[in-house]
């Protein structure tokens, strides 16, 4: 009897640490509860200040995207112009006089005007992720061509999608480099022909078109080059011999070397012989 006395006496302090634990989670329930409500009260006050100030405590961000500019609107003079397409032309000439591309995202229903308002921006700043933003092909592709030609950057001709572009980019930087080596890169055999010709006139260096495969076009450059240089040597090289004739009419005739009219058949050389003449005579005249 004494031992269930004791068993039993020993079982009410357990059931009091129930109680105990079980008052315990409670008060932690309604203190998280509690959190939870100020929590949701701090958030809707939140919002409200958000609404309240949006205009101006997100203007800054807001600009970095693009979408809205206080400062600029203010300086919009475009807006009250009626007609869409003078008003798509007021915001280019407006984004080029305040170098703003802000104002080019506000033209509207052309394409073609937006993209070479961005293209021209970006060629200013000089800056090739301005360009990739073009998402018109042909405008991005001039917006690039011209920075590589501007940079003197070989390699990024190669990532001009427009094959019209990419050819004059690789052509322009031959010229300006007075290099052949960029013209193989182009594509087209004309093309490369063309890149060749305009290289030799531009440096006045004849055996540039040796590089031509065309012989129509090799004999043309041969011989816009050989004139103007008055070179004789280079005449030499027109395969075509109506062209090589004439070439050596026009040096001879430029330089006052009648015997160069012997490079000419017979049945020319009197005509070339004559215009040697008449050249002299014309610049003793003048002089």
Excluded at 6 to 27: C, F, L, Q, V
Excluded at 126 to 141: F, G, T, Y
Excluded at 198 to 216: F, H, M, R, V, W
Excluded at 271 to 282: G, P, T, Y
Aim: charged share 25%; net charge positive.
């Amino acid at each position: 009897m004494k031992i269930m006395v004791r068993k039993k006496a020993a079982g009410k302090p357990a059931a009091g640490m129930k109680e105990a634990d079980k008052s315990a989670e409670h008060n932690a329930i309604m203190k998280f509860l509690g959190n939870r409500r100020l929590l949701l009260s701090l958030a809707v006050l939140v919002a409200i200040i958000l609404v309240v100030t949006w205009p101006s405590r997100f203007g800054t961000e807001i600009i970095k995207k693009g979408i809205f500019d206080r400062s600029l609107e203010k300086l919009d003079t475009c807006k009250t112009e009626t007609d869409q397409a003078a008003k798509n032309n007021c915001y280019r000439d407006l984004a080029f006089s305040m170098n703003k591309t802000y104002f080019c995202g506000k033209v509207l229903n052309s394409s073609s005007i937006t993209s070479s308002c961005y293209a021209k921006l970006a060629v200013d700043a000089d800056s090739r992720k301005l360009c990739e933003l073009i998402q018109e092909v042909k405008a991005r592709s001039y917006c690039t061509a011209l920075l590589a030609i501007n940079r003197m950057e070989l390699p990024l001709c190669g990532n001009v999608d427009d094959i019209g572009w990419r050819n004059y980019c690789y052509a322009q930087i031959a010229l300006i480099s007075k290099k052949h080596e960029p013209c193989i890169k182009i594509e087209g055999d004309t093309e490369i022909a063309d890149c060749y010709v305009a290289l030799a006139k531009n440096i006045s260096y004849g055996p540039t078109c040796a590089y031509i495969l065309d012989q129509e076009k090799k004999d043309g450059c041969f011989l816009a080059v050989g004139v103007a240089n008055a070179d004789p040597l280079l005449c030499a090289e027109i395969a075509e011999p109506a062209n090589r004739w004439t070439c050596y009419h026009r040096v001879a005739r430029k330089t006052g070397n009648a015997a160069l009219c012997d490079k000419v058949p017979v049945v020319f050389r009197q005509n070339c012989v004559d215009a040697v003449k008449e050249e002299a005579s014309q610049q003793s005249q003048k002089n």
